[in-house]
Nanobody, 118 residues
Framework: VQLVESGGGLVQPGGSLRLSCVAS????????MNWYRQAPGKGRELAAF????????YYADSVKGRFTISRDNAKNTVYLQMDSLKPEDTAVYYC????????????WGQGTQVTVSS
């Protein structure tokens, strides 16, 4: 099983980035896909998730209205569109796959760094 994130980088406040996470080795449509983030010196927090079939989305209050999660089950890919970025969005962003039918089965990507700074 592999989850490979991409799309991180350095962006100015107010800018945008689009993260991607490609999954292999799993039946992608059976998994809820989550984006977590971990800022320096802080714990890991759930930023957004999207359910496996209906595509219902959830957002943390801190990102609501600025981030959009989506998925393409045909491409085994989940995206996180991040707009109006703020310095406090600086973190390592991790993709997580959680089996909808067996929630103890969970996989993580290696993370991608997002830095928001002028």
């Amino acid at each position: 099983v592999q989850l490979v994130e991409s799309g991180g980088g350095l962006v100015q406040p107010g800018g945008s980035l689009r993260l991607s996470c490609v999954a292999s080795g799993i039946t992608f449509s059976s998994y809820t896909m989550n984006w977590y983030r971990q800022a320096p010196g802080k714990g890991r927090e759930l930023a957004a998730f999207i359910t496996n079939l209906s595509g219902s989305a959830y957002y943390a209050d801190s990102v609501k209205g600025r981030f959009t999660i989506s998925r393409d089950n045909a491409k085994n890919t989940v995206y996180l569109q991040m707009d109006s970025l703020k310095p406090e969005d600086t973190a390592v962003y991790y993709c997580n796959a959680n089996n909808y039918y067996a929630t103890e089965i969970s996989y993580w990507g290696q993370g991608t760094q997002v830095t928001v700074s002028s």
